[in-house]
C-alpha cells in the first residue's frame, strides 16, 4: 500500500528566507504524481506544485521549488523568500497516474516570523 | 459563486439528530470527492463519485450517507453520529479520476456531542 510521511509537524521560518519542508512516500509504481497542498489557516485548501514522476526535472512555481529524488522515494518542498502568507499547513500528497485515490501526509504546520 | 462550496460552515450536532452537509462544485468537473481531516492525521478519503456515479467507499460507516444528484452537487447525510467523527469535512472536486490535480472546499466543522 502507499504511503506519504511527513516527519515535521512543524516548523518556523524568518520571513524573507528559505525554508524546505520533508516528504518521503512509498510506491511499487513507476509511474505517479506527487503534489504539495497548502491549506492557511481556516481558509481552503490549495494546490502548489504538481510533480509527474516520469519527469526527472524538478518542478519550480515562482518561490515554490521541489526536490524530487525519485530512487530515495523523496518530494521536498523549498519555500524561497518566505512571506507571511506562507503560513499554513502544507501537505504532501501521491496519486498514482490514472488512479482516484490521492494518499495525504499528516502535513506539516509552518509558521512565519516577522 | 466560484470554485467548490460548502454549507453549512460549522454545524453542531446531537447523537441522534440527522443532519446534511452540502457541497457544490462551479468548475464543470465530472469527479467529486468527500474527505475527513482530524488533528495530526493525514486526510481521510471516504467517498468518490465520477459521473454521479460512486466508485469508492472507503470503508466508512453507514452512519455517513453519501448523495450525488448531478456532477455539481454532492451531499452527506449524517445520523447516529459519535463524539469521534467530529472534524472537519471537506469536498472537492477534479475534472476527471484521471485528473490529479483535487479543488476543495472550505470545509465544514463538525461537532457531535
Known amino acids: 500500500a502507499q504511503t506519504v510521511t511527513q516527519s515535521q509537524p512543524e516548523m518556523s521560518v524568518q520571513e524573507a528566507e528559505t525554508v524546505t519542508l520533508s516528504c518521503t512516500y512509498d510506491?511499487?509504481?513507476?509511474?505517479?504524481?506527487l503534489f504539495w497542498y497548502k491549506q492557511p489557516p481556516s481558509r481552503q485548501m490549495i494546490l502548489v506544485i504538481r510533480?509527474?514522476?516520469?519527469?526527472?526535472q524538478n518542478a519550480t512555481e515562482n518561490r515554490f521549488s521541489v526536490n524530487f529524488q525519485k530512487a530515495a522515494k523523496s518530494f521536498s518542498l523549498k519555500i524561497s523568500d518566505s512571506q507571511l502568507g506562507d503560513a499554513a499547513m502544507y501537505f504532501c500528497?501521491?496519486?498514482?497516474?490514472?488512479?482516484?485515490?490521492?494518499?495525504f501526509g499528516a502535513g506539516t504546520r509552518l509558521f512565519v516570523k516577522a | 459563486e466560484t470554485g467548490v462550496t460548502q454549507t453549512p460552515r460549522h454545524l453542531v450536532m446531537g447523537m441522534t439528530n440527522k443532519k446534511s452537509l452540502k457541497c457544490e462544485q462551479h468548475?464543470?468537473?465530472?469527479?467529486m470527492y468527500w474527505y475527513k481531516q482530524s488533528a495530526k492525521k493525514p486526510l481521510e478519503l471516504m467517498f468518490v463519485?465520477?459521473?454521479?456515479?460512486?466508485?469508492e467507499n472507503n470503508s466508512v460507516p453507514s452512519r455517513f450517507s453519501p448523495e450525488c444528484p448531478n456532477s455539481s452537487h454532492l451531499f452527506l447525510h449524517l445520523h447516529t453520529l459519535q463524539p469521534e467523527d467530529s472534524a472537519l469535512y471537506l469536498c472537492?472536486?477534479?475534472?476527471?479520476?484521471?485528473?490529479?490535480?483535487?479543488?476543495f472546499g472550505p470545509g465544514t466543522r463538525l461537532t457531535v456531542l
Open positions: 472537492a472536486s477534479s475534472q476527471d479520476l484521471g485528473y490529479n490535480e483535487q479543488f
Open positions: 510506491t511499487s509504481e513507476s509511474d505517479y504524481y
Open positions: 510533480q509527474e514522476a516520469y519527469k526527472q
Open positions: 500528497a501521491y496519486s498514482r497516474t490514472g488512479g482516484f485515490k490521492t494518499i
Open positions: 468548475l464543470g468537473h465530472n469527479a
Open positions: 463519485y465520477s459521473l454521479e456515479e460512486r466508485v
